[in-house]
């Protein structure tokens, strides 16, 4: 079976430019979550969705940052305005089950997107 | 605050050495979970294993085992007689039952086998 795909997997962007980021999740998971990774850093949570409800965005950054998952499957994470702190791996991971409470299974990761501002 | 330390930032050795990777967190839940990942070159994580707090059974997969506990907070990894395939930074994460769905990370450690 597919595992986590994203798309494109290598994203230039001038500053100032809007950039959409593509995950595909595994067919079926409820758990969709999306991550930052600095080089040489760990992954940093952004969003969280419980199918097409997005119920945590704390990690989010800033306003210039949007994510949806509009029919519970496939998400898009949108920055807006890019700056060059935005420059890092975005790793999406998806859960079969819904995640939280007593409920952290294991989430399986795509190969991320690597986002280059210049 | 749920925290993840990874005190090693590069561990280098020789194919067939064993190799101890730490890892210390700081969480004030009782209740939370442990997970340790790999991330080879390719850059995909690799889901390794996952601990719950109630359960302090070390555990055993083949070359890999895992030792956790509570009273200092850690829970460490080690590779018996490593190989080179095993090259590749190695992130330990927490997650707590009253936080949601964050997922804390390590920083990572680099492990290089040599042949």
């Known amino acids: 079976g597919a595992g986590v795909s994203q798309s494109p997997r290598y994203k230039v962007a001038k500053r100032g430019q809007d950039v959409a980021l593509r995950c595909d999740p595994i067919?079926?998971?409820?758990?969709l979550f999306w991550y930052q990774q600095a080089l040489g850093q760990g992954p940093e949570f952004l969003t969280y969705f419980q199918n097409e409800a997005q119920l945590d965005k704390s990690g989010l950054p800033s306003d210039r940052f949007f994510a949806e998952r509009p029919e519970g499957s496939v998400s898009t994470l949108k920055i807006q305005r890019t700056q060059q702190e935005d420059s890092a791996v975005y790793l999406c991971?998806?859960?079969?089950?819904?995640?939280?409470?007593?409920?952290?299974?294991?989430?399986?990761f795509g190969p991320g997107t690597r986002l280059t501002v210049l | 605050a749920q925290k993840v330390t990874q005190a090693q930032t590069e561990i280098s050795v020789v194919e067939k050495e064993d190799v101890t990777l730490d890892c210390v967190y700081e969480?004030?839940?009782?209740?939370?979970?442990l997970f340790w990942y790999k991330q080879p070159p390719s850059g995909e994580l690799v889901f390794l294993i996952r601990r719950n707090s109630f359960d302090e059974q070390n555990e055993i997969s083949g070359r890999y085992s895992w030792n956790f506990q509570k009273s200092t907070s850690s829970f460490n990894f080690t590779i018996t007689a490593s190989q080179v395939v095993d090259s590749a930074v190695y992130f330990c994460?927490?997650?707590?039952?009253?936080?949601?769905?964050?997922?804390?990370f390590g920083e990572g450690t680099q492990l290089t086998v040599n042949p």
């Open positions: 067919s079926g998971h409820v758990s």
């Open positions: 969480t004030r839940d009782t209740t939370y979970y």
């Open positions: 994460a927490l997650s707590e039952e009253t936080s949601g769905s964050r997922l804390t």
């Open positions: 991971a998806s859960s079969l089950v819904p995640w939280g409470g007593r409920s952290h299974n294991e989430q399986f």
